[in-house]
């Protein structure tokens, strides 16, 4: 069995287009309904070119009223018998009605090796901290944001001469390792086998 994936995003996608590659390459998962916030995110495109059925969920529409849109998000996600949450840079900090009701089948994924780096702007907080070693982490969504069990994490060195930028994008590469092996690893409770590269290290957390 497959598990169905509800993904949602705020962005570019770039992890949504890794866990679609996935889906579509044999992973044990299908991403079955892709929601953004932000009606004009790169994702979306990505979405609809993969033939997965997607659709914008505008936050603004609902001003200060998080509950009513968070309403909104669950009822598209049970229309599309939604079994996991997947976020995958989505925007939102979502309330502890909404992680309860998903609890244990709610994961995301955040651009540093998490307990480090909490919150924004992680890549020049890790250049800034002088860390020689930065990276990735999934993990299952709890009310605390960024808190949670960690599910996988990958680990990239910093090079002497990053910035954000360069970090960020190294990182990033390694997020699109990280996350299909580790919704696998969620969904399934297996733990997939992982090709290594010489630019990551990617573990995936045994119980
Ligand atoms: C990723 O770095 C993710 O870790 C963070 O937001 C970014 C999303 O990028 N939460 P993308 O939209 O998947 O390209």
Redesign the pocket.
Known sequence: MRARVGVL??????????LMDAAAAGAPFDIVQVISNKPD???LTRAEAAGAPALAIDHRAFGQDRKAFEAELNAALRRADVEWVA?????RVLTRDFVEAWSGRLV????SLLPLFAGLH?HARALAAGVAVHG?SVHHVVEGVDEGPIIGQAAVPVLPDDTAATL?AR??RA??RL?PAALAYAVTGVAPALTQDAESLIALRQP
């Open positions: 995003i705020s962005g570019s996608g770039s992890n949504l287009q890794a995110a790169y994702g976020l995958a840079g989505f925007m995301n994924i955040h651009p992680t990735c960020a990182v990033n997020e699109l996350y």
